[in-house]
């Protein structure tokens, strides 16, 4: 085919626009496009610590107020310190807003570190592959609802070599069960006794997770130790000789339900006078002293703990009525604070093995209460309850270290 010069001249034309347009093309793939691939930064992704609930959050009403109460184990997973700082409980059903707000040394009262000595300094800095548990016991304001989940917001500093960094974590959403506590009768006559319990006490018993079975639980999540005060109204700790019926030894014991028992042992002698001896260890197994478990039904036990030896007055097997006589309270076992009934409710028949469950009694009167555990034992008065009128207390638990008279 012959080609003119015409020809020539629009083909050089072509080639010309070409090139530009290749040109303007390259151009623009070497600059970054809003939103493109090139054009975003990666998140940066830092590692902080694991949030675990074991047991849902549950709820159980103590003088008028609702209260939630878990526990939150933080792990660490990294190869250097954590040092936490804030812990918030945010409401997760919708409602908003939240429900506790923890921070600097209010939130280290609540954590406790397991495996380590008590009195341990600093317990909000969580080492390397250690874990820290913050025992929560949230009073709601009064008349406010329980959330029906809730969400943990917890901060901490991150302490890298080359300095500390500030980090969030959110965990998921749990759910807050909705089960009401188990409703009992009382365990004891009269009174008045004292319900001797620190959600928050190094060593307690709600602070002590037993590992049984490959599963580590708190058992005594909800438990009260129960002694008798005397007439004075304060504990005589240099007293001697021991009153024959020293913190109620000796009181009759009683079913807190139609129940089935299904667990009883009474071969562990009485300690001498005073509390059990400190100076061997006693094996788990005998901690517990002289027992009886009863079976309330829906997967609920009732434990009876340091009954006085030959006072057990049922065996395995037995079906026993409200307010009959299963024992009478004694000194056996690791009754750390002398003769006592310590009482808990749990979801196994195992006294070690099972997690702790909350309780109401349907009825009691509230006198007053201790300021603390050390103000009993320091021989200190109780204070009494400010409000006669609302002594009578109903579907509810005593509050800490609450005087209590059975009816």
Do not use: C
Request: charged share 20%.
């Amino acid at each position: 085919m012959r080609t003119t010069l015409s020809d020539a001249r629009d083909a050089l034309a072509l080639t010309r626009a070409t090139r530009a347009t290749l040109v303007t093309l390259a151009a623009l793939v070497s600059q970054p496009l809003p939103g493109s691939l090139a054009a975003q930064e990666r998140p940066a992704i830092v590692q902080a610590v694991d949030l675990l609930l074991p047991t849902p959050p549950t709820t159980v009403r103590i003088a008028g107020k609702t209260h939630v109460v878990y526990e939150l184990h933080v792990t660490n997973f990294q190869s250097v310190d954590i040092a936490l700082s804030r812990v918030q409980v945010l409401r997760a059903d919708g409602s908003g807003g939240s429900i506790a707000d923890y921070r600097d040394a209010g939130l280290s009262k609540k954590i406790g570190r397991p495996g380590l000595r008590r009195g341990q300094e600093n317990p909000h800095v969580v080492g390397p592959g250690m874990r820290a548990i913050a025992y929560l016991w949230i009073e709601l304001a009064q008349g406010a609802d329980a959330p029906r989940s809730i969400r943990n917001r917890v901060e901490m500093n991150i302490m890298r070599p080359t300095g500390p960094v500030h980090a969030v974590v959110e965990g998921t959403a749990s759910v807050v069960s909705r089960e009401a506590p188990v409703a009992l009768h009382p365990p004891l006559r009269g009174g008045p006794w004292t319900a001797i319990y620190d959600p928050l006490l190094v060593g307690g018993h709600r602070t002590v997770p037993y590992t049984i079975d490959g599963r580590a639980r708190i058992p005594g999540r909800f438990a009260i130790d129960w002694i008798r005060l005397p007439s004075s109204g304060t504990i005589e700790k240099e007293a001697a000789p021991r009153p024959v019926d020293w913190n109620g030894y000796g009181a009759e014991v009683l079913a807190v339900a139609d129940a089935l028992v299904v667990a009883a042992m009474d071969d562990i002698p009485e300690n001498p006078e005073g509390p059990a001896p400190t100076d061997k260890p006693m094996p788990l197994e005998n901690a517990s002293g002289n027992f009886v478990t009863l079976d309330l039904g829906r997967g609920r036990f009732a434990f009876y703990e340091h009954l006085k030896r030959g006072s057990v007055a049922v065996k395995s097997g037995d079906r026993v009525k409200v307010g009959q006589v299963i024992g009478r309270l004694g000194n056996s076992g690791s009754s750390s604070i002398g003769p006592h009934l310590h009482f808990h409710v749990a979801d196994a028949n195992s006294i070690l093995g099972a997690e702790g469950l909350p309780f109401v009694f349907t009825r009691f009167e509230q006198q007053g209460s201790f300021s603390s555990i050390q103000a009993l034992f320091a021989g200190e008065k109780w204070v009494a309850n400010p409000e006669p009128h609302a002594k009578e207390r109903r579907l509810e638990r005593p509050g800490a270290n609450a005087v209590v008279v059975f009816r």
